[in-house]
T-cell receptor, first 115, second 115 residues
Framework: AQSVTQPDIHITVSEGASLELRCNYS??????LFWYVQSPGQGLQLLLK??????LVQGIKGFEAEFKRSQSSFNLRKPSVHWSDAAEYFC?????????????FGAGTRLAVHP | KAGVTQTPRYLIKTRGQQVTLSCSPI?????VSWYQQTPGQGLQFLFE???????NKGNFPGRFSGRQFSNSRSEMNVSTLELGDSALYLC??????????????FGPGTRLLVL
């Protein structure tokens, strides 16, 4: 079945530490890939997206993500986490065929940052 | 440019009532999508409108409906409310092209509580 999996429901890191949030998808063809962040009580903000081309994508707030076709993964990374990065992070895809703009989300990873 | 706006931001209804939520997209955007966010089911796609036509629909009962006006503003309606309809309803808009996988910009959401 087509799906988006974020294996880690909750992650805690120390401020200044590096971060990697995992995302795997299960689709026949490579979909369009996105990472969104949601702060408490807020809507979703786009961090970055991958459509094609360079597999390392740079986003806002110092985030980057790497697309690996062989692993069907699109992991989000940040070299040094700030306390303000505490939020919930969602990986999402738009299927290449017939998806138009229908985002299919993973369950999310809640990030806590220790001072 | 002003972002996506949603009204009202908070709403309390009782079971059996109906509710209408409104979304104004970013100026120039012709696609509007709606999502439901709950703790149990996560973020789920409801439907997408493009140029006043529904072109994609999620797996929700017929009690959930929507429409889009000629100025791209959109409304969604939920009839015969159930307790399980309590959720954050998010609206997103995307660019003027009739494309696939376009970047979607989210509003702050309408939080609906059904008692």
């Amino acid at each position: 079945a087509q799906s988006v999996t974020q294996p880690d429901i909750h992650i805690t890191v120390s401020e200044g530490a590096s971060l990697e949030l995992r995302c795997n998808y299960s689709y026949g063809a490579t979909p369009y890939l996105f990472w969104y962040v949601q702060s408490p009580g807020q809507g979703l903000q786009l961090l970055l997206k991958y459509f094609s081309g360079d597999t390392l994508v740079q986003g806002i707030k110092g985030f980057e993500a790497e697309f690996k076709r062989s692993q069907s993964s699109f992991n989000l990374r940040k070299p040094s986490v700030h306390w303000s990065d505490a939020a919930e992070y969602f990986c999402a895809v738009v299927p290449f065929s017939g998806g138009y703009n229908k985002l299919i989300f993973g369950a999310g990873t809640r990030l806590a940052v220790h001072p | 440019k002003a972002g996506v706006t949603q009204t009202p931001r908070y709403l309390i209804k009782t079971r059996g009532q109906q509710v209408t939520l409104s979304c104004s997209p970013i100026s120039g955007h012709r696609s509007v999508s709606w999502y439901q966010q709950t703790p149990g089911q996560g973020l789920q796609f409801l439907f997408e409108y493009f140029s006043e036509t529904q072109r994609n629909k999620g797996n929700f009962p017929g009690r959930f409906s929507g429409r889009q006006f000629s100025n791209s503003r959109s409304e969604m309606n939920v009839s015969t409310l159930e307790l399980g309809d309590s959720a954050l309803y998010l609206c997103a808009s995307s660019g003027a092209r009739n494309g696939v996988g376009e970047t979607q910009y989210f509003g702050p959401g309408t939080r609906l509580l059904v008692l």
